[in-house]
């Protein structure tokens, strides 16, 4: 898969960024011997679907609408593997997961999220992760989000 970012906000053909970034996932996924179940794949396709964080009981219905079950436990251990697998986050700000854009690669991402039609674009933190990480005074940092709260362009242009 290609390191450059998605268009989470603009115009883009969706269904090759979902079938590179599910493809790059299941390559991950192999390498580390993890084992991908129905209800796993399902849930991993589910969060694909759109560039926008889902909470665990829309994730839920879907599932259950699927055939996989109504008990929250069937959704948030997907979801929960899904993040140990570095193949979706969990977006602090809204409760609620997204798709990892990045499997093929460790990063600490940078969620630019959309206070009007709520979509997520996921970037890389960067140079930011790095100044953090160096400057924590003996802390080991394990894990690392930043979360931007904003207005997409469509929406900005809506709102001028």
């Known amino acids: 898969m290609s390191t450059s970012q998605p268009d989470a906000f603009g115009d883009h053909d969706h269904a090759v960024c979902r079938a590179a970034t599910l493809q790059a996932a299941l390559d991950r996924l192999a390498q580390s011997g993890a084992r991908l179940t129905p ?3 399902r849930t991993l396709e589910i ?3 759109s560039h926008r964080a889902m909470g665990a009981y829309e994730v839920l219905g879907r599932l259950a609408a699927d055939g996989f ?3 929250p436990p069937v959704a948030y251990r997907a979801l929960d ?3 140990e697998q570095g193949l979706a ?5 809204l409760n609620a997961f997204a798709a990892c854009l990045h499997p093929d690669r460790d990063h600490a991402p940078a969620f630019l999220i959309c206070r009007n039609c709520q979509r997520v674009a996921e970037a890389d933190a960067g140079p930011a992760a790095c100044a953090l990480r160096q400057s924590a005074q003996g802390f080991h940092v394990e894990r690392l989000t930043i979360e931007a709260l904003g ?3 469509p929406c900005a242009a809506q709102d001028a």
């Not at 986050?89 to 700000?93: K, L």
Request: hydrophobic content about 40%; some cysteine.
């Open 151 to 153: 207005l997409c362009p």
């Open 39 to 41: 209800v796993r794949k």
């Open 89 to 93: 986050h969990r977006v602090q700000r």
């Open 81 to 83: 593997f899904l993040v």
């Open 47 to 49: 969060l694909l679907e």
């Open 69 to 71: 079950g109504r008990q």
